[in-house]
């Protein structure tokens, strides 16, 4: 997933290592992403699925 700056419309950085993002929320100062990664598939594990911030500065 890359970052968008929306001022000058050029990506400014990528997120990766999450797996498949399930959902995105911006939030006053902060990016939540939802992961899903076994979806039902395989064997679930406790790091499967994470909600992640990132803060927004």
Sequence with gaps: MNILDLETAETI?????YG???D????EDSLFLITNN???RGSPAAN???LIRIPLD
């Design 20 to 22: 498949r993002i399930r």
């Design 13 to 17: 950085d990528s997120i990766d290592g």
């Design 48 to 50: 499967d699925d994470k």
């Design 38 to 40: 076994t979806d039902g």
């Design 24 to 27: 995105v929320l911006v939030a």
